[in-house]
């Protein structure tokens, strides 16, 4: 979306320098023309990055399970079983994963009806964010409580709405209504407080900690209040100190973030009624830790079951996931970059065309 705006700027400015000259020889429809193209391009693009592949996609990922293993005997004409050369019977594979293809979970969510369907639950996902940004920011109005600790305590506080919007996108699009959705408050925070308050904190971690460290190496930051010519240009050192400090970050992220969100969104997911189906396979017993209500269990799962009962193939899976998402946007994004040079030139070459 800055990228939009950026070549708005640069577009506009350079329209600007060819007004007062009383010539206008198109330009004017030529820039608006840019425009309207640089928005039909960037906006599906940018959401379909930041939300969709951004929360709905790596949600699901953390919801499924593998399809348990099962025996599926061929059989020979008389109905027995047909075994190998060394006597045994043949166990298939189970089927691969939905999370671990792209292409496969696009079709999962475009089966349920168009394209569109890829925004389920976007409106929400704002409407979530919005109320914890507000939530904390009238957290951090109390005396000593910092910003980042106020953030951590608004995501406990909004559980409720965070919960509900898991149980949205998890599941096939329903009569039922998104407030209908959220479970017992009681029941959301038993469950939840615990994951929540780790994953807001490993977030906070995942910027805090390589900012403090910006300041031990002494990196240089450029100050956006200072005008351009004059801030101190930037050196190969601070360069490099900047790429080494935004590995840490994406290394916290690794490290912190996604296992603290896979964890939370399946401790969200063992909140789910028993009437709901979800879209990917989901062990709601957790391998047997997990017992309902009924038979005297808490009804959800814990931080610690969530944990064990994603294996390494779940892992790899999750991680492969992101490294697929993070090479989409790199390679959408320099598409769109190379959309903007291209405007830049043209509108440069026409305006210099009728100076």
């Known amino acids: 979306m800055s990228s939009g705006l950026a070549i708005g700027h640069s577009l506009a400015k350079r329209f600007i320098e060819v007004q007062p ?24 693009v940018a959401f379909l990055i930041s939300y969709t592949l951004g929360f709905f996609y790596p949600t699901l990922a953390a919801v499924e399970d593998p399809l348990p293993a099962y025996d599926a005997l061929s059989v020979n004409e008389d109905g027995t079983p047909t075994k190998d050369d060394n006597g045994r019977l043949p166990t298939a594979q189970p089927g691969k994963p939905v999370t671990g293809s792209l292409r496969v979970t696009y079709r999962l969510i475009r089966s349920l009806g168009s394209w569109r369907i890829n925004f389920h639950g976007f409106g929400y996902n704002m409407v979530v964010h919005g109320v ?11 005396p ?8 951590v305590l608004a995501l406990v506080a909004i ?28 029941k959301v925070y038993l469950a939840t407080w615990f994951p929540s308050f780790l994953f807001g904190a490993a977030i906070q971690a995942s910027f805090i900690l390589p900012l403090l460290l910006a300041g031990v190496i002494g990196l240089r930051v450029p100050d956006m209040d200072t005008p351009p010519d004059r801030q101190t240009r930037l050196t190969v050192s601070d360069v490099a100190k900047g790429l080494c400090l935004l590995g840490v970050h994406l290394g916290l992220s690794a490290l912190l973030v996604t ?12 909140l789910l009624s028993a009437d709901e189906d979800t879209l990917v396979p989901f062990d709601r017993s957790f391998g047997g830790r997990v017992e309902p209500d009924v038979v005297n269990g808490k009804g959800f799962a814990t931080f610690g079951a969530a944990i064990k009962t994603v294996g390494l193939q779940s892992w790899v899976r999750i991680y492969l996931l992101d490294l697929k998402v993070a090479a989409v946007a790199a390679v959408a994004y320099s598409v769109l970059g190379a959309v903007i040079v291209g405007q830049v030139l043209l509108f440069l070459l026409f305006a210099k065309a009728h100076d």
Do not use: E, Y
């Open 21 to 44: 000259r009383g010539k206008d020889d198109g330009a004017t429809a030529l820039l608006l023309a840019f425009l309207l193209i640089d928005f039909i391009l960037f906006v599906p």
């Open 132 to 142: 914890w940004n507000l939530t904390a920011m009238f957290l951090s109005l109390a």
């Open 144 to 151: 000593f409580l910092p910003r980042s600790i106020a953030q």
């Open 159 to 186: 559980a409720p709405l965070h919960t509900a919007w898991t149980h949205w996108v998890i599941t096939p699009p329903g009569p039922r209504s998104f407030f209908s959705r959220i479970p017992p408050v009681r």
């Open 259 to 270: 296992p603290a969100h896979v964890a939370l969104t399946r401790v969200q997911a063992s």
